[in-house]
């Protein structure tokens, strides 16, 4: 990194450095961990919360939605709040409740308590991300930023390689409960890192004083209803479901309500004109995108496998811990070391032509594909999730304000999280629309009488035929049917690769439009060959 006043706090920083920094950056890496695990490990042991709880499909899917949602909710006001109130009150009350609340809900049988007690989960673990950054910015010394931030951003990667592992380990061996109950032993060791590793703040009433409560309330309503309407929508049927219409159209009223209410107010607490630089509206766009891109690594591999080679979520999982989650204490050094010396849009580049080649192996895959075959694919995700998102963040932190940083968290908050569910929905529907698609363009080629169609029937009748001949011929057509059906999947599969590939390229070009950074904290400091480069081009060398 360029050099600069290393033992300084941060811009934002009300309290001084922060006196523990190792204990911030536990609390860091605590807060965003648990968070990232807890929503992955509540999606992925939805089925044995299901069994658990007594649930119908539909009552366990409005679950999920609710405890995410609500996260949704709170996120975006979060940055704003730590400034207010300062980070020993927005994380040190809130972990020991969200422990208690943890500890509380296997206990319960009655859904609509259930209900209420996962709004508070969720609204109480949507604090923890938002906050993590504000710890980094806050309390710590510039050199301690850029190994804080990576832990920030490999949580997301590393939570989807390893949580699949963690449920069969938990349902398996501790039991279901500790989906709930790694919070009631994480969160008050996390609030006690924060108490440890940040200053005591006043409250800043003026700030206090100035509050744009309407426009906080009106952007977490209405991206969490947008939220659950995408979330509900491929189960009710999109656009024939009143529920699905109200939640996206009422969603979307809020949002107009909110860009009108930071237009008129005072002291507006996330005006838009926040993101009218090119480099920052870009950088969110390539947000989204890699968000999209990873669901290759989050959907993609893992529900192949679960569906197409019928493996229970712990067996994918062994594959995404070994070689998805492990790498990555590898590669994040090196993408370090690579950001200190490079500019970001290099290494990002890397990141998403990683993801490229991953998906493009992906669109070889056939019903033959094990476990083991897979493993290329994920180990080039391993070294994309490691390279893209840390420089993403970093080209958008080099970009921005931080006098205006409260607002720049709100609209990080909100791609973070709802680029998460657009990507989900997107890929959900996209799978669903292209097996029917090619279901069925199959069944065009199986005709009732052609000869090879008869050939195969009484093949298979005549392998059924010594378990009652009776039913030999409707087990036939009925496995036929299955035949068509798993190769249907396996092309949706195969052009949910495609998706994501063309994804890649998209955040390439975005990423092509980005200009150079301003001198900073973030900007590389070119050695070698590289500054001998630099010097002849008569280009600034820092």
């Avoid at 920083?13 to 992955?40: I, K, T």
């Avoid at 969160?187 to 703040?201: D, F």
Wanted: proline share 5%; charged share 10%; glycine share 10%.
């Amino acid at each position: 990194m360029a050099d600069n006043d290393e033992s300084g706090r941060g811009p934002l920083s009300r309290g001084g450095v922060a006196p523990q920094p190792l204990f911030a950056v536990a609390a860091v890496l605590l807060g965003s961990f648990l968070a990232n695990f807890d929503s992955r490990l509540t999606t992925v042991g939805l089925p044995d919360l299901r069994g658990a709880f007594g649930l119908s499909f539909d009552e366990g899917a409005w679950l999920s939605t609710a405890g995410i949602g609500s996260q949704i909710l709170i996120a975006p006001a979060v940055a704003w709040l730590a400034t207010v109130f300062g980070l020993r009150r927005v994380l040190g009350i809130p972990s020991l409740v969200y422990a208690a609340v943890s500890l509380i809900i296997p206990f319960v049988r009655d859904y609509p308590t259930l209900i209420a007690l996962s709004v508070v989960h969720g609204l109480l673990l949507g604090t923890f991300v938002p906050a993590t950054l504000m710890i980094v910015f806050r309390n710590l010394p510039m050199r301690w930023w850029l190994p804080a931030i990576s832990i920030y951003s490999i949580r997301v990667g590393f939570a989807l390689d390893t949580s699949s592992s963690l449920v069969g380990f938990y349902v398996d061996h501790l039991g279901w409960q500790w989906l709930y109950w790694q919070g009631v032993v994480i969160a008050p060791l996390m609030g006690l890192m924060v108490y440890l590793g940040t200053p005591s703040e006043p409250v800043n009433r003026a700030l206090l004083r100035e509050a744009d409560w309407g426009g906080m309330l009106l952007l977490g309503a209405s991206v969490s209803m947008i939220y659950a309407g995408l979330d509900q929508g491929n189960r009710l049927d999109w656009l024939g479901s009143g529920t699905v219409m109200a939640l996206l159209v009422g969603g979307a009223a809020l949002l107009m309500a909110f860009l009108v209410n930071e237009s008129l107010v005072r002291q507006p607490w996330a005006h838009v004109n926040v993101l009218f630089s090119r480099n920052i509206g870009l950088s969110l766009v390539v947000i989204l995108l890699y968000t999209l891109t990873s669901l290759s690594n989050s959907s993609l591999v893992p529900n192949f496998l679960g569906n197409i080679g019928l493996l229970r979520p712990e067996q994918s999982g062994l594959l995404l811990l070994t070689y998805g989650a492990l790498p990555m204490f590898v590669l994040v050094p090196i993408s370090i070391w690579l950001l200190r010396h490079f500019d970001a849009r290099v290494v990002v580049v890397l990141g998403f032509a990683c993801f490229a080649a991953a998906n493009l192996w992906g669109t070889q895959l056939t019903h033959d594909w094990a476990r083991e075959d897979f493993i290329g694919i994920v180990l080039l995700q391993s070294v994309g999730q490691s390279l893209t998102l840390l420089p993403i963040i970093i080209m958008a932190l080099s970009n921005s304000d931080f006098s205006r940083a409260t607002a720049f968290a709100a609209y990080i908050q909100i791609m973070r999280l709802g680029g998460a569910e657009i990507g989900v929905a997107l890929m959900g529907t996209w799978l669903r629309v292209r097996e029917q698609i090619h279901s069925y363009y199959l069944g065009q080629h199986i005709v009732t009488g052609d000869i090879d169609v008869v050939r195969l029937l009484k093949q298979l009748a005549d392998r059924f035929a010594a378990h009652g001949a009776g039913l030999a011929p409707a087990r036939a057509v009925g496995t036929l049917a299955s035949f068509v059906q798993r190769e249907a999947n396996v092309l949706a599969y195969i052009d949910g690769f495609w998706l994501c590939f063309w994804l890649a390229m998209v955040a390439l070009g975005f990423v092509a439009l980005i200009t150079r950074a301003p001198p900073g904290p973030f900007t590389p400091a070119p050695f070698g060959f590289a500054k001998t480069l630099l010097r002849k081009c008569g280009l600034p060398v820092t």
